[in-house]
């Protein structure tokens, strides 16, 4: 059966076949930018989950408003510790960075469409005030265009620990993966890794595939990553 992405590398049919079992799930999408085109969460709204989308650009969170209006929509960006940071825009939004080194690198080859600010909140932060109570977090993407690492190094995985988690990790090692900070990271917050498409890396709770996840062959990457390490 063909099944339709919305994902720009087919992270969301990677998250949809380990959330298979979850019917009415919830979402946090971080950096959302728009409902469909190259979302990881188009697919989960349209089966009928609830969720969080986070998108910094202003004309982004008003199609956020107009077609997903049940969601929890926040005109914000992550960072650990400012309450406001310089956005740089550039043509399409695609990659619009809180980054001054990455926009002066960007810029380079890419129409920049000037910069504003915009309210900013940590990961921690957004889970503790826009989760509602009682709510299990599903499935947590996070696409922040060079904040990626730090977004996610710094969220406590004891105290949320989504089932599933997809980051961004530019220009990784894929010799020696046990060493970067992020996977070093979800390992010992009790993930595995799943899959790779491209650059997003999707993680999977060791506890939730225990529990209720449709988890297929999901060792192997993982071990493959491990006995690289042991290997070196």
């Known amino acids: 059966m063909h099944r339709l992405s919305y994902s720009q590398f087919g992270e969301d049919i990677t998250a949809a076949n380990l959330l298979r ?9 971080i950096g959302a930018h728009h409902p469909l085109r190259r979302s990881n969460t188009a697919h ?52 619009n960075t ?9 810029s380079a080859s890419k129409k920049s469409e000037g910069q504003e600010a915009v309210r900013a909140l940590s990961l921690n932060d957004l889970f503790e005030r826009h989760v509602p ?4 977090v599903n499935y947590l993407t996070i696409d922040v ?17 989504p089932d599933v988690v997809c980051v961004e990790i530019h220009r990784p090692d894929m010799m020696a993966l046990s060493e970067n900070s992020v996977v070093k990271y979800m390992f010992a917050g009790g993930y ?16 939730a ?24």
């Open 44 to 95: 989960f709204h349209i089966r009928g989950w609830q969720g969080i989308n986070v998108e910094p650009m202003r004309r982004g969170i008003r199609l956020f408003e107009r077609y997903r209006p049940q969601a929890i929509n926040l005109h914000a960006a992550i960072h650990n510790d400012a309450e406001s940071v310089t956005l740089y825009k550039f043509r399409k939004g695609l990659v």
């Open 21 to 29: 079992n979850v019917e009415i799930g919830f979402y946090v999408d």
């Open 209 to 232: 595939a225990a529990e209720h996840l449709h988890v297929p062959r999901v060792a192997r990457l993982h071990e493959v990553t491990m006995r690289g390490a042991r290997e070196a």
């Open 98 to 106: 809180i980054i001054e080194r990455r926009a002066e690198e960007l």
């Open 133 to 136: 109570d009682g709510v299990r």
């Open 145 to 161: 265009e060079g904040y990626d690492t730090e977004a996610i190094v710094a969220f406590d995985l004891d105290k949320y620990h």
């Open 192 to 207: 595995q890794l799943y899959a790779i498409n491209v650059f997003s890396f999707t993680f999977v709770s060791v506890r």
